[in-house]
């Protein structure tokens, strides 16, 4: 569904209202979506289309994902997830996956960011330098 630039401008304005100190704050973010459901106002199907791509970005933004080609011990988890924590702040929250096309090593994405450190990726690039 195509989204009007008044929708958009609204659903900007409502996740500034959202947030708390640079975190989502839940409970405004459900009383604001009870309030729009409620009026029905103008572009409501938009408004809220456009409200809940922001604030899955904005969680996104607070959620790390770490693949590894080998399954992690309890300890490497909590000392991955303390580095993570150390440098983007106590409230991020880490998902471990293990991915074994990964070859060796390991990727972290954390929101639009990834880190790849993977065997895989840098055979690409490698096959990508030899052949391109």
């Not at 979506?33 to 970005?57: C, D, F, N, T, W």
């Amino acid at each position: 569904m195509k989204i009007s630039k008044e929708a958009k401008r609204t659903a900007r304005q409502l996740i500034r209202l959202t947030m708390r100190n640079g975190r989502v704050n839940e409970d405004t973010a459900r009383q604001i979506v009870a309030r729009i459901l409620a009026e029905k106002p103008r572009h409501y199907l938009g408004i809220l289309s456009g409200y809940q791509r922001m604030l899955r970005l904005e969680v996104q933004k607070r959620h790390a994902l770490v693949e590894n080609a080998t399954v992690l011990s309890s300890e490497q988890c909590d000392e991955i997830r303390g580095r993570i924590r150390a440098v983007h702040g106590d409230d991020v929250t880490a998902e471990f996956r293990h991915n074994p096309e990964l070859i060796g090593g390991m990727r972290v994405k954390l929101g639009s960011s990834v880190w790849d450190g993977s065997l895989k990726a840098r055979l690409d690039r490698l096959s990508n330098a030899l052949l391109g």
